[in-house]
């Protein structure tokens, strides 16, 4: 079972600390979970590229892609690999790179109140039911550590960032995860992310 300690750092999460945040706005509560996806090179799986990317020590001649990207400063608190595999970059109480430019209901600059997490995959292939027990294995230990963040308080970033970004895309199932989380089998009385984020 996952925990959060005081630091904000997992039990049982590899650590691989990025050098990508900064502190918080003072006194701010952590009270969002946002969703994402990535892959690399796009489309492929493994080969740790990830973490590298988010320890800023990608090397753009390994693929064409990752001479587009190396240089961006970017993070997540979380990713989770296709066989749910857990690996955590920056604290909880520090604010990660991964949303941008963003909204949540009426507020603004969701980086400064949100953890966020990456499953390792794409918009259109379905995520490995070892990514969904792991992410609702971490998404109960974050919720034990900030109770601010409920289900209605959980969304992807294509529904805070929706005229830039498209993730975890069509392919996560939203029903399937919020069920395992809170163990409701009928989700239809529930809020859906773009709902929430537009609330």
């Known amino acids: 079972m996952f925990k959060v300690a005081q630091d ?3 039990t049982d999460a590899r650590a691989c600390p990025s050098p990508h945040f900064n502190a918080r ?10 969703i994402h ?45 296709r066989d749910g595999s857990l690996f955590q970059f920056v604290s909880c109480l520090d604010r990660a790179w991964h949303a941008g430019a963003s909204r949540f209901g009426d507020r603004p600059g969701c980086n400064d109140y949100s953890i966020g997490v990456e499953l390792e995959g794409t918009d259109t292939e379905a995520y490995t039911a070892a990514q969904y027990l792991t992410l609702t294995e971490l998404t109960r230990a974050l919720q034990a550590a900030y109770p601010a963040i409920t289900p209605y308080r959980i969304t ?6 929706p005229r830039r970004k498209s993730d975890p895309g069509p392919a996560f199932d939203w029903q399937h995860y919020l069920r395992a989380l809170t163990g409701h089998r009928d989700m239809s ?6 709902q929430r984020s537009s609330a």
């Open 8 to 10: 904000g750092w997992l």
């Open 25 to 34: 706005p003072a006194g701010e509560d952590i009270s969002l979970l946002v």
């Open 37 to 81: 996806n990535i892959s690399l090179p796009p489309g492929q799986f493994g080969g740790g590229f990830v973490q590298q990317f988010f320890a800023g020590q990608l090397d753009p001649d390994r693929h064409p892609y990752f001479a587009l990207i190396a240089s961006m400063r970017v993070s997540a608190h979380f990713l989770i690999e």
């Open 156 to 161: 992807g970033h294509e529904f805070i960032a």
């Open 189 to 194: 009385d529930r809020a859906s992310p773009d």
